[in-house]
């Protein structure tokens, strides 16, 4: 009988960096389950400032308070994040799987280091210049995370999913003032995380300005690691 071996991998870099579009690539070649921290987050709003009954006025006010640092391009508080995807991971426990969007603070990363050890954190580190301009163009799939851009992963038919044909949407933090805000919360409150992992000797940087660049070494760097999908365990 092969054992399975269970996969744990962060992938972090600035907002806009590309962290979907390379974990959307990895988890389908290599057969991780993905979590993203930011797509978790919308799904709650999404979820919560829907409710209308008066005995869940708190959890509308959650909502409420997540949509407004995002809008603000500021983070979620860190018990309240933390809650959140941890509790995703306890569910996922059999499962190998890829972290996007999380920790981006040191005590964010000290709570996720208290369930689990990490094999690996991957780092795209691209220009913010570059970031500025991709994340104007860029189109969602709410539902399921699916990202596209108008000029590098058009949908095949403009403003539609590929995959189910539902309208698509702009984020409303995706405006170039409340990009400039996500790019200083990166630098001030995330970019410790990197000398974090650094100093655990778990990072890997990948640096450069086009995803399909960049991609072919996280590919091969990760064959190391994970030589075989049948390997992994990515069944809940
Ligand atoms: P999110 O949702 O985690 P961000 O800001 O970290 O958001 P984002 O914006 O989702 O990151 P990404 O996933 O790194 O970006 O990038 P992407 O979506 O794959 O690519 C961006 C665009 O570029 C897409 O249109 C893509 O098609 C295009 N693209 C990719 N590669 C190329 C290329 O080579 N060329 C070109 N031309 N285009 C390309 O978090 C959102 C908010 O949630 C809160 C915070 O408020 C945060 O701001 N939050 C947290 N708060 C506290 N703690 C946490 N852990 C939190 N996590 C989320
Ligand atoms: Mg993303």
Redesign the pocket.
């Known amino acids: 009988m092969v054992l399975k071996r269970i996969f744990r991998g962060v992938i972090m ?11 959307g690539r990895i988890t389908q070649t290599f057969g991780l389950k993905h979590l ?4 978790i ?2 799904a709650n709003i999404n979820a919560k400032t829907g409710k209308r009954c008066a005995t869940n006025l708190h959890i509308k006010e959650l909502g409420l308070l997540m949509k407004s ?2 809008d603000q ?6 018990d309240i ?1 933390s809650r959140l ?1 941890l509790a995703k991971l306890r569910d996922m426990d059999h499962s190998s799987w890829l972290l ?6 040191v005590a ?1 990363a000290e709570n996720l280091d208290s369930m689990c050890t990490l094999d690996t954190v991957i780092n ?1 580190d691209v220009p913010f210049e ?2 500025k ?3 104007t ?4 799939h709410l539902p399921s995370g699916r ?3 108008t ?3 058009p949908p095949k038919i403009p403003g539609l999913d590929d995959v189910t044909g539902e309208p698509l949407s702009q ?1 409303d ?2 405006t170039p003032v409340t990009v400039t805000r ?1 790019l200083k ?2 630098e001030n409150q995330t970019q410790p995380v990197l000398e974090y992992y650094r100093s655990k000797g778990v990072l890997t940087t990948f640096t450069g ?4 660049k960049i991609w072919p070494h996280v590919h091969a760097f990760l064959g190391k690691k994970i030589p075989h999908p049948q390997q992994v365990s990515g069944q809940v």
Do not use: H, M
Not at 13 to 23: E, L, Q
Not at 36 to 39: F, T
């Open positions: 870099g600035p907002p806009g960096s590309g962290k979907g579009t390379v974990s993203s921290s930011g797509d987050l919308r640092c995002i391009g500021q983070l979620v508080p860190d994040i995807v996007d969007g999380f920790p981006r603070t964010q795209l570059t970031i301009e991709r994340l163009s860029r189109w969602v990202v596209y851009n000029d590098f992963n984020r933090d995706d996500r919360a990166y300005t086009e995803t399909n």
